[in-house]
Nanobody
Framework: QVQLVESGGGLVQPGGSLSVACVVS????????MSWYRQASGQERELVAQ????????KYVESVKGRFTISRDDAKNTVYLQMNSLKPEDTAVYYC??????????WGQGTQVTVSS
C-alpha cells in the first residue's frame, strides 16, 4: 500500500522561507508524477507544483513561479517543496500526491503552512 506522509509545515513571517517534505512508502517515487497541492480555508484545492516521473521536469502554478521549488530525492523516496518569499496568501494546508496512469492518485494527510506576522 502506497502511503505519503508530509512534514515541515508551520508558522512563518511574510518574506520568510519554509520547506515541506513528503516521504513515500510502499512504492518508488520515480515511477510517479509527484505533486504538491494546497487548499486554503473555504477554497478549492489548487495544484502548486509537479515533478514528472523519470525526469526532473517541473511545472508550477503562476503565482509561485520563482519562489517555490519542487525536488525529489529518489534515494530517500522523498519529495520536497522549498518555499521562499512567502506571502500571506500562501497560507493553506499543503498536500502531497503521487499519480501515474492506471493507478489511483495517492494523497498525504496534509501539513498546515501559515504565513503571518
Amino acid at each position: 500500500q502506497v502511503q505519503l506522509v508530509e512534514s515541515g509545515g508551520g508558522l512563518v513571517q511574510p518574506g520568510g522561507s519554509l520547506s515541506v517534505a513528503c516521504v513515500v512508502s510502499g512504492s518508488t517515487i520515480r515511477w510517479y508524477t509527484m505533486s504538491w497541492y494546497r487548499q486554503a480555508s473555504g477554497q478549492e484545492r489548487e495544484l502548486v507544483a509537479q515533478i514528472f516521473s523519470y525526469s526532473t521536469i517541473t511545472k508550477y502554478v503562476e503565482s509561485v513561479k520563482g519562489r517555490f521549488t519542487i525536488s525529489r530525492d529518489d534515494a530517500k523516496n522523498t519529495v520536497y517543496l522549498q518555499m521562499n518569499s512567502l506571502k500571506p496568501e500562501d497560507t493553506a494546508v499543503y498536500y502531497c500526491a503521487a499519480s501515474r496512469p492506471g493507478d489511483p492518485t495517492y494523497w498525504g494527510q496534509g501539513t498546515q503552512v501559515t504565513v503571518s506576522s
